[in-house]
């Protein structure tokens, strides 16, 4: 029995609707770390941004070489859910695919060029909320 192809309406429900789970997994998680931990050092978001990665590499192989997970399974958790946890996990598993492609020179530009323009952006917008800019 096949299925019909989904609709743009039902990718983005089932997007939103895991974004909504991946953030208050992560909401939860942080606020049970930050009673645990020190908050000298952001463990939290260690901690969010290390489990992310851990289980986008996870379930790309299981989407992409062993194919149990469904397209629309695929969007929920790996769109949806992950990316409502944490983004941290998509910039280290399309880093690794740029590696895996023998683009090492992009890799590194990605690599480097996320965290410099990450934080120059943060600083940006801090300028900009201070009126300084």
Known sequence: MT?????EWVRTLLVGAGGFVGAALRYALGGLV??????EFPWATLLVNVTGCFAIG???VLT????????????????????????FSTFG???LSLMREGSQVLAAANA???LLLGL???WAGIMVARGVV
């Open 3 to 7: 299925l019909p192809p989904m609709s």
């Open 34 to 39: 930050s009673r645990v931990v020190s908050p």
């Open 58 to 60: 996870l379930l790309a």
């Open 64 to 87: 992409e070489e062993r194919g149990p997970i469904a397209p629309a399974g695929r969007l929920f958790l790996m769109v949806g859910v992950l990316g409502g946890y944490t983004t």
């Open 93 to 95: 598993y399309e880093t």
């Open 112 to 114: 480097v060029g996320q």
């Open 120 to 122: 120059a952006a943060v």
